[in-house]
Nanobody, 119 residues
């Protein structure tokens, strides 16, 4: 059974930092995409950052403040969040894409971890 689990969320003051982690287990297919998304109350889910073999991509709202990285051996993606702002408050989820789409590709979402930025 494939599982995606996130960790690292919590309460932090404005200007502080947090590091999120997301790990996938239970699949033998190659991971080709790992990304972070967030959803604030009353808002649609938005893309934050992604990483593949060839590049990393960031949303404009987090560029220069957030850093995505991965540990291929551990099937884990990280999101280091610096200079956090109250508007960064949201539930953060990771998306992992494995296999070879479209015939043998699968998307897996984690359940999310809450990040709250408040004084």
């Amino acid at each position: 059974q494939v599982q995606v689990s996130e960790s690292g969320g919590g309460l932090v003051q404005p200007g502080g930092s947090l590091r999120l982690a997301c790990t996938i287990s239970g699949t033998t297919l190659s991971i080709w995409f790992m990304g972070w998304y967030r959803q604030a109350p009353g808002k649609q889910r938005e893309f934050i950052a992604s990483i593949t073999d060839s590049r990393t991509v960031y949303a404009d709202s987090v560029k220069a403040r957030f850093t995505i990285s991965r540990d291929v051996a551990k099937s884990t993606v990280y999101l280091l969040m610096d200079s956090l702002k109250p508007e960064d408050t949201a539930a953060y989820s990771c998306l992992v894409r494995v296999g070879v789409p479209p015939l043998n590709g699968f998307d897996y979402w984690g359940q999310g971890t809450q990040v709250t930025v408040s004084s």
